[in-house]
């Protein structure tokens, strides 16, 4: 990590009025229903916004809105005092996965910020089809195809504004794109961790690093960054050879709790009430809020069943990091908030289920997210482990946060959910470095993505495979992949970042070859250790060959078909360029059955 001074001007800003914390309201169904979601305009009449929303009993329904009229005074207030108090202004939201709410936010500060930009410019704009939305980009984009002197009056506008409106964060110092060019350049769950990472500190103009403000309108969370930042500021970095673990219990089963991503987030088109209706003759209104045209409401459900599977994960999790004779005990937090209606609901549905799974002798604590977060970076820093159980936003910031903190990366961490109706799904973290890495493969066909989380999501989903069906040759082939693993951290075989260095494809050789030589020497399946000896004695000699061929592949731009779908050939050909690691694996797999668990 980078140094922390008591010094640091960096904090984080967020509303304290008009924002989703303000207006939540929540109500746990007595019984199955069906509902309608419907604005009523101020002049009596109904819009269906959602016709069928199914509701089953025991489950917690939530509705809130933002005031965008607040919104904007928040940002106006905001931008002032980040230039009156000489830091970097810095915007963090997540459109990508918030797909309705957070791009309309990202607008509202992208035409506070450049305001008289957009007020001198509305008709031009107007014509030009500019979204505010997809950025300052967009704005770039759409006068490239005015007359020059036009095209330059606007642009020459703009960097006038940044004079006037203080220092933004950029994203690309080089290329002048600061973080309000498009709303995916910034996404908090990465650009928070990493910035407290570095010291507080995020990139200004000349390409030098500098104190910030942080922008996270909603107050939901916003409190916990910034008490992970004063903790930094009065202790110091983390030491990530002695801090402890933070692993996180998410509820985030059937229904994405909390997110804004589900087809339940609107953008008021007229003022009146948005609510919630009983279909079925009754009309009786269960949430309801009066707002005014460009308000942002949203509602969210959380089942009964997956709240009463994540009070147990919790339990058991706990109970399983409490080792005989350990004088470092592990502690679980709920991390729930008393003054929010949301928080509330399930805070009653813990305190009921918590005695059904024993949690006698553990220590199990709720906590508003601030104190948790105080708590478990003083735990940290002590070298405790704590299990964070949080709701699915919390889930994805703080899988990110700590392995970036201790890491520098959350593509290193292995994720294990265990699903309701059995199985489980075994995921790595992303922390917003994705577009990153496929960009740079695509430009110069070298991919510095870190696979290390899915080697360990593979180990740890092949070994539950043997102990859930008795397959002693899956449990050989997991402890061999646990072995493979270690080596080749202590190797440290890990991506480069730079084109012509090692990257994910020569990453994948060498935990290949590693595992294959941990199979040849294990004893316990004899027709694995003799599938893999072949195998084993090819990959070592193989290698020169292989690692060329994995290099010669790069400095060239690759085309893989596409983006969100790849084209499936044109990705294989590109993840496998060594024909000499092809014709080896090809054997493996098509070596007869004694090769296969």
């Not at 916990?224 to 509820?251: H, W, Y």
């Not at 290949?512 to 000699?541: C, G, I, N, T």
Request: proline share 4%; hydrophobic share 40%.
């Amino acid at each position: 990590m980078g140094k922390w001074g008591p010094d640091c001007k960096t904090h984080v800003a967020c509303m304290q009025v008009g924002d989703f914390y303000s207006h939540e309201k929540s109500v746990c169904l007595p019984e199955d229903c069906d509902a309608r979601i419907e604005l009523v305009a101020e002049d009596g009449s109904v819009s269906v916004l959602k016709e069928k929303l199914p509701l089953i009993a025991g489950e917690i329904l939530d509705a809130t809105f933002m005031s965008c009229e607040a919104l904007r005074a928040f940002y106006d207030r905001e931008i002032e005092d980040a230039r009156a108090k000489d830091v970097l202004f810095s915007l963090h939201l997540k459109a990508t996965m918030m797909k309705i709410s957070d791009p309309i936010m990202f607008g509202h500060c992208v035409k506070v910020y450049f305001k008289d930009v957009f007020a001198k410019y509305a008709d031009t704009f107007a014509k030009l089809g500019v979204d505010a939305n997809n950025g300052l980009g967009d704005v770039e984009s759409k006068i490239a195809s005015l007359p020059e002197a036009e095209r330059k009056a606007i642009q020459d506008d703009i960097k006038a504004t940044y004079a006037k409106q203080g220092k933004m964060a950029m994203v690309d110092s080089n290329k002048g794109i600061t973080n309000l060019h498009k709303p995916s350049d910034i996404i908090i769950d990465n650009s928070m961790p990493t910035a407290i990472r570095g010291g507080g500190k995020m990139w200004n103009a000349d390409d030098k690093e500098e104190d910030f403000k942080a922008c996270i309108p909603d107050r939901c969370y916003a409190g916990v960054f910034q008490e992970c930042i004063e903790f930094c500021r009065q202790n110091g970095a983390f030491d990530p050879k002695t801090m402890g673990s933070c692993p996180n219990v998410g509820l985030m089963a059937q229904k994405a709790e909390e997110y804004g991503s589900h087809p339940t987030t609107f953008e008021a088109a007229t003022s009146g009430t948005i609510r919630i209706v009983l279909n079925g003759g009754s009309d009786k209104v269960l949430l309801g809020h009066r707002v005014q045209k460009g308000d942002i409401w949203r509602s969210c459900q959380a089942k009964d069943a997956p709240i009463k599977d994540w009070v147990k994960l919790a339990v058991v999790r706990c109970r399983a990091n409490q080792f005989p004779n350990n004088d470092k005990p592990c502690k679980a937090i709920f991390w729930l908030d008393p003054a929010r209606a949301h928080d509330c609901a399930i805070m009653d549905k813990v305190l009921k289920y918590l005695p059904e799974f024993q949690p006698e002798g553990l220590d199990i604590q709720i906590m508003s997210p601030e104190e948790a977060m105080r708590i478990t970076c003083q735990r940290a820093k002590d070298g405790l482990n704590t299990i964070t159980v949080t709701g699915n936003v919390l889930r994805d910031y703080l899988t990110d946060l700590f392995p970036i903190l201790e890491l520098g990366t959350s593509s290193k961490m292995l994720s294990i959910v265990p699903m309701l109706a059995g199985g489980g799904m075994y995921e790595t973290g992303a922390g917003g470095s994705a577009p990153k890495h496929v960009e740079q493969f695509t430009k110069e066909g070298h991919l510095r993505w870190d696979s290390l989380g899915e080697y360990l999501a593979l180990t740890s989903s092949i070994e539950d495979l043997g102990k859930e069906t008795g397959n002693k040759k899956a449990a050989a082939v997991a402890a061999a992949l646990d072995k493979a693993v270690g080596t080749f951290l202590s190797a440290n075989k890990n991506p480069g970042r730079k084109v012509k260095e090692i990257d994910n494809r020569g990453s994948h050789y060498w935990v290949a070859r590693y595992w294959a030589e941990e199979l040849a020497k294990q004893q316990e399946v004899p027709e694995l250790h003799a599938a893999f000896a072949d195998a084993s004695k090819s990959l070592q000699e193989s290698e020169a060959n292989v690692l060329q061929e994995m290099v010669d592949c790069q400095g060239t731009k690759v085309d893989i078909g596409g983006y969100y779908k790849v084209d499936k050939a044109k990705a294989d050909a590109a993840m496998n360029p060594s024909a000499t690691f092809n014709e080896i694996i090809a054997r493996i797999t098509h070596g007869g059955s004694d090769a296969k668990v």
